[in-house]
């Protein structure tokens, strides 16, 4: 199979998925709940539009000029602080190349930082379009799946392992599952790339996708992989927290203790150049050195996983323990997680089948209304064993 048939398939599965979401928004209209794509209808803390507001009615002319390559130094100088003070690590602004999200800034990366043919470790369930990034630079990957309890699988990552492999992908907080992976595990796994590092070849680099991590509402610790393991770039995006995906401002961070740190980061801000589309807008830059340091009010969406999850338990679906996200992530009893989410469109109700993160076999609901909206699409996924028995009856 060629590359361009390859990525072909690579977007069938969510461009199947638009059909469908498509098709039971002209059938139900207003009343249909979209649980899918993680775009709040109910803002749970309303600070990042209050301040928002306030920047845009203050900016003038030389504000919103063009920003340097890797951003404004007084954005990124906030962002290296932040990032200092939850990693325990000597970030330098020159660290951090800010850029519209998260999904410019792993592509920006992978772009950069891997060359051809490398093999890329991606552990799964993951964001869907790591591997389309991948493939899309010509870069190798296997998945590692997790366990049964959506943990990592130290010896699956480890068989995964052969001499091409240059790096590893890895979120934590986990997306899709919104599982945190204990210090235990962090460590673990730090110890077990160093095993891999080889001097042909280095020390693996691992992208260290901390998208989610302002999400955490369980309020235990988490601890990063960038604590235990130096040779690691971090990518984050605000909008999670923000509740303003669309915004798109997020960054690339260096490790301060990467073996050659300041030709890494000088890739990236060259791959800015080179690329032509990975610079955010002034305005979100001026708007994350406003906010940053941030953490939203997270008892209301502490309040809606537990409530979500008590009543998906109580009707017998198996709901995967986790801590962080908007997420909540279900185990299908007979894993045809498609036939699941058609079932569940049919009754107004929008989820997304795994098989789009790559792992068949559950549904992810994003929380993104509350009150009676969310109690009824509650109960008809509650219902869905059910109504699933007699449509195959």
Request: with cysteine; glycine share 6%; net charge neutral.
């Amino acid at each position: 199979m060629n590359r361009t048939d390859r990525i072909r398939d690579m977007l069938e599965p969510l461009e199947n998925f638009e059909r469908l979401h498509a098709a039971t928004v002209r059938r139900f209209g207003a009343s249909v709940v979209d649980l899918s794509y993680p775009n709040p209808r109910v803002p749970l803390d309303d600070r990042p539009y209050r301040t928002l507001a306030e920047v845009a009615g203050r900016v003038g002319v030389e504000d919103l000029r063009y920003s340097p390559f890797g951003g404004f130094t007084t954005a990124r100088r906030r962002v290296a602080t932040a990032l200092a003070l939850r990693h325990g690590l000597p970030y330098n602004y020159r660290d951090v190349i800010l850029t519209p999200g998260a999904t410019a800034a792993i592509n920006l990366v992978l772009g950069e930082l891997f060359t051809p043919p490398a093999r890329v470790l991606v552990i799964a369930p993951c964001w869907m379009d790591y591997p389309l990034y991948l493939a899309t630079h010509r870069l190798d990957y296997a998945f590692v799946l997790t366990d049964d309890d959506k943990h990592l699988d130290l010896a699956a990552i480890e068989r995964a392992w052969n001499p091409h492999t240059r790096g590893l992908i890895i979120s934590q907080p986990a997306s899709p599952t919104g599982v945190c992976y204990s210090g235990e595990e962090v460590t673990a796994l730090a110890g077990l790339l160093d095993r891999m590092t080889t001097t042909r070849t280095g020390p693996p680099l691992v992208l260290n996708d901390e998208t989610h991590c302002d999400q955490i509402w369980s309020g235990r610790p988490v601890r990063s992989l960038a604590e235990d393991y130096p040779h690691t770039v971090t990518v984050h995006s605000f909008g999670k927290a923000w509740q303003m995906q669309g915004q798109r401002i997020g960054y690339a961070a260096v490790h301060p203790h990467l073996a050659h740190r300041h030709a890494a980061r000088e890739l990236l801000v060259a791959g800015m150049r080179t690329t032509g589309y990975y610079a955010p807008a002034a305005l979100t830059q001026h708007l994350l050195t406003a906010l940053v340091p941030f953490t939203p009010r997270l008892d209301p969406l502490a309040a809606l996983q537990r409530r979500a999850r008590d009543r998906l338990r109580r009707s017998g679906h198996r709901v995967i323990d986790a801590d962080a996200t908007r997420f909540v992530y279900v185990q299908v009893p007979d894993g045809d997680d498609l036939d699941y989410v058609r079932l569940a469109a049919d009754r107004g109700v929008l989820v997304m089948p795994s098989g789009i993160f790559h792992e068949p076999g559950h549904f992810r609901l994003a929380l993104n209304t509350d009150g009676p909206t969310l109690d009824r699409a509650l109960d008809v996924l509650a219902d869905l064993p059910v109504r699933r028995a007699e449509h195959h009856a």
